[in-house]
């Protein structure tokens, strides 16, 4: 007897396997500080072990993309929970640097294991047409994750509560997700052909997917560059650096919640290209101004990436559709893999800034203020890229509303 699948069973797992993985980039954000104090680690130290964070990621997701036709997204979540699970118990008790670097990669492997799996899967469970709003609404829960551990983190830490206690609170939703997928029926493809490897190898030597490809890796250190290390460049800002992340991830939370009708009236390259003007422009105020406006630009900054992972990712799904799980996988692999080889360059940036500023004279939170803005300024080079690549996007492409092109006709002929 064939068991039914249970959609929403699956699609509310998914969302607490990504909010384990918001959990664990706001929480690492929020104890940053106190890692660098207890183990004496320069912001060049803490970059590398940000980027065995994005490292791990794209690692799990590129392998999940290639077995993911052959041993199916069960196992793949199956996997994701015992990283997710080593990778806490090991942060909780690493002891140093070296325990924090493996104990961080483990983590995000088990992120990319969750991507890997769920983002096919969500495709193969809903019909073209509701494919952005539920994919919006299963990224929205990264940015209302994120809220919710900034939060957490906050009042633990203004508490008194240790690093490794906030730590523990990545469990919690990893028991909940483990408990649904438990025994549970999972979608096969609904797309003909897409379990060939090879269709999905010829798929994605499409100019279009290449064009994008290079586009997320800078989507998504736009997206992860600043936020990553919040809590140290705007600590002498004049506004709470934890209550920044979470606003700005609050307003991604609200957005993605209406990627679907969003992405209806704007169109796909239309709001890549909007987003990145808006990021660039919320980038530029948090480089350049100071006090509760910060605020202002966090609610800016956070309209800027709110909509342009989940959009890349629905983009690839409908335009190249027979690149499959591996496509989409490697999309968000190769975002996940920018944003880990640019960590310690950001640590590092902050290292030379530190430096330059001190042998100016500048001392205490005016040095951290003149070298946090000095990174955020080096950081605004990204989003001012992508303006120019989707502005090409949207000429060469085109920008065409859902139901107004046949899918598979388009997205499969070449476009150059």
């Known amino acids: 007897m064939t068991q039914t699948v249970n959609s929403n069973r699956l699609f509310i797992a998914s969302c607490l396997a990504i909010i384990t993985t918001a959990f664990s980039f706001s929480i690492r954000a929020g104890i940053l500080p106190q890692l660098g104090t207890e183990f004496g680690l320069t912001a060049a130290q803490l970059g590398f072990i940000n980027s065995m964070f994005f490292l791990g990621f794209p690692i799990s997701m590129i392998i999940g993309g290639i077995v993911y036709h052959t041993i199916g997204p069960k196992i793949i979540m199956q996997v994701a929970l015992l990283a997710h699970t080593l990778g806490i118990l090991l942060t909780i008790y690493a002891g140093g ?44 829960w990264f940015p209302g994750g994120i809220v919710i551990g900034s939060l957490i983190s906050k009042f633990m830490t203004d508490a008194g509560s240790s ?14 997700y483990a408990f649904l997928f438990f025994g549970q029926a999972f979608p096969r493809p609904k797309v003909e052909g897409v379990t060939s490897l090879a269709k999905n190898f010829q798929a994605m030597l499409n100019p279009l997917y290449i064009f994008i490809f290079v586009c997320m890796a800078l989507t ?10 919040v809590n140290v460049v705007l600590s002498s800002s004049g506004a709470d650096p934890m209550l920044v992340l979470a606003l700005t991830f609050g307003v991604m939370t609200v957005g993605r919640l209406f990627t679907g009708p969003v992405v209806d009236v704007v169109g796909q390259t239309g709001i890549l290209l909007f987003g990145a003007v808006l990021a660039a422009i919320g980038i530029y105020m948090f480089s350049t101004l100071t006090g509760p406006i910060a605020y202002l630009a966090a609610v800016i900054f956070g309209l800027g990436v709110c909509f342009n992972w989940p959009t890349v990712i629905g983009f690839v799904a409908q335009r190249v559709p027979l ?13 996940m893999l920018s944003t880990a080889i640019f960590q310690p360059f950001i640590g ?21 203020l003149a070298a946090g803005q000095a990174t955020l300024s080096t950081m605004l080079t990204f989003p001012i890229i992508l303006i120019v690549a989707f502005a090409v996007l949207w000429f060469w492409a085109g920008n065409p509303k859902p139901g107004q092109v046949a899918e598979a006709r388009m997205a499969e002929q070449p476009l150059l």
């Open 323 to 335: 690149s499959g799980a591996l496509g989409m996988s490697i999309i968000g692999g190769v975002g």
């Open 97 to 140: 640097y070296m325990g924090l670097l493996i104990s961080t990669l483990l983590i995000g492997f088990g992120n990319g294991c969750t991507e890997a799996a769920c983002n096919p899967m969500i495709a193969d469970m809903y019909p073209s047409s509701k494919l952005n709003k539920m994919l919006g609404r299963f990224h929205m």
């Open 163 to 176: 690093w490794q206690t906030q730590i523990w609170v990545l469990m919690l939703p990893t028991v909940v």
């Open 220 to 229: 998504a250190i736009t997206e992860f560059g600043p936020n990553q290390w």
């Open 348 to 368: 590092k940036w902050i290292d030379d800034a530190h430096a330059e500023y001190a042998a100016k004279g500048v001392s205490g939170p005016a040095l951290e």
